[in-house]
C-alpha cells in the first residue's frame, strides 16, 4: 500500500488520529512536512463529516444504540468541565494534549453535545489539532533521532 494512504488511513482511526499517524508517517520516510500537513488537514477536515452527519443521524439512528450513548456520556463528563471554565477555548485545551479518546472524533462529539456554534467549535479544534500535531510531530522527530532512526 502507498505510504501516504497508510498515513491518511491512521489519521482515520478515532482512537489515535494524529497521535499514531504522525510517527507512522515519519518511520515510513515520508517527508515530515508532508507528514505534518497531512495529518493536521484530514484531523481538522473530519469536524465537518461527524458534526453534521450527527446533527442529521442521532435522534433517526444513533440514539438507539446503547453503547454510543455510554460514549456519548464518558464525553459529556470528561470535557465539558474545559467548555464550563473555559468556554469554546475550552474545547481547544480539551483535545490538543495528544490522548487517546481526546482528539477531533471526540471534540467534536462535545461540541456537538454541548449545542455549541459549528464555527466557534470548527476554530477551536482546528487551533487544538494544531498544537496536538505540533507536540507529537515534535516528540515525534526528537525520539525517532535520539534512536538513530533519522
Known amino acids: 500500500m502507498d505510504k501516504l494512504a497508510l498515513l491518511v488511513i491512521a489519521n482515520l482511526f478515532p482512537v489515535s488520529e494524529q497521535l499514531a499517524a504522525i510517527p507512522l508517517g515519519l518511520s515510513l520516510g515520508i517527508n515530515p512536512l508532508v507528514v505534518?500537513?497531512?495529518?493536521l488537514t484530514i484531523n481538522v477536515l473530519i469536524f465537518f463529516p461527524i458534526y453534521f452527519a450527527l446533527?442529521?443521524?442521532?435522534?433517526?439512528?444513533?440514539?438507539?444504540?446503547?453503547?454510543?450513548?455510554?460514549?456519548?456520556?464518558?464525553?459529556?463528563?470528561?470535557?465539558k468541565p474545559y467548555v464550563d471554565?473555559?468556554?469554546?477555548?475550552?474545547?481547544?485545551?480539551?483535545?490538543?494534549?495528544?490522548?487517546?479518546?481526546?482528539?477531533?472524533?471526540?471534540?467534536?462529539?462535545?461540541?456537538?453535545?454541548?449545542?455549541?456554534?459549528?464555527?466557534?467549535s470548527f476554530l477551536a479544534i482546528a487551533l487544538g489539532s494544531l498544537i496536538g500535531a505540533v507536540?507529537?510531530?515534535?516528540?515525534?522527530?526528537?525520539?525517532?533521532?535520539?534512536?538513530?532512526?533519522?
Open 135 to 150: 507536540i507529537i510531530f515534535s516528540s515525534s522527530l526528537g525520539i525517532l533521532t535520539a534512536i538513530g532512526f533519522r
Open 36 to 39: 505534518l500537513l497531512v495529518s
Open 85 to 120: 471554565k473555559y468556554g469554546v477555548i475550552g474545547l481547544t485545551l480539551f483535545i490538543c494534549l495528544p490522548s487517546p479518546f481526546t482528539g477531533t472524533y471526540t471534540g467534536t462529539l462535545l461540541a456537538w453535545l454541548l449545542g455549541l456554534d459549528w464555527r466557534k
Open 55 to 79: 446533527k442529521a443521524l442521532y435522534e433517526r439512528f444513533l440514539c438507539k444504540i446503547g453503547l454510543f450513548n455510554k460514549y456519548l456520556q464518558r464525553v459529556w463528563k470528561k470535557g
